[in-house]
Nanobody, 125 residues
Framework: QVQLVESGGGLVQAGDSLRLSCAAS????????MGWFRQAPGQEREFVAA????????FYADSVKGRFTISTDYVRNTAYLQMNSLKPEDTAVYYC??????????????????WGQGTQVTVSS
């Protein structure tokens, strides 16, 4: 069982930056993905970004491409989401997730095996 703990959320103004962290309690398969999803009130959970540790392939939703950067620190078993040029529409609870191995669709929440509790990001205009 892998436990994930997110941190770094908060209240910021439009144009500001935040960095979210996701610390995993244990390493999973070497081909695992770590992903970030978000959910705004009354909306479905949506994909934000994902990274495959081996090969360091990254994937982004069109809405965040060029503004957000996902990365991992293998030694610390931690994933990060650097969010720049934040917009009010980025307001949501952000969740990190980890897969137990290879997945075909890193942008689908159902592909992941473990989830964090979420961290709130609020962007005021």
């Amino acid at each position: 069982q892998v436990q994930l703990v997110e941190s770094g959320g908060g209240l910021v103004q439009a144009g500001d930056s935040l960095r979210l962290s996701c610390a995993a309690s244990a390493r999973t398969a070497t081909s695992y993905y770590m992903g970030w999803f978000r959910q705004a009130p009354g909306q479905e959970r949506e994909f934000v970004a994902a990274i495959r540790r081996v090969g360091v392939y990254t994937f982004y939703a069109d809405s965040v491409k060029g503004r957000f950067t996902i990365s991992t620190d293998y030694v610390r078993n931690t994933a990060y989401l650097q969010m720049n040029s934040l917009k009010p529409e980025d307001t949501a609870v952000y969740y990190c997730a980890v897969s137990n191995g290879r997945i075909t669709y890193p942008n689908l929440w159902s592909s992941y095996d473990y989830w964090g509790q979420g961290t709130q990001v609020t962007v005021s205009s």
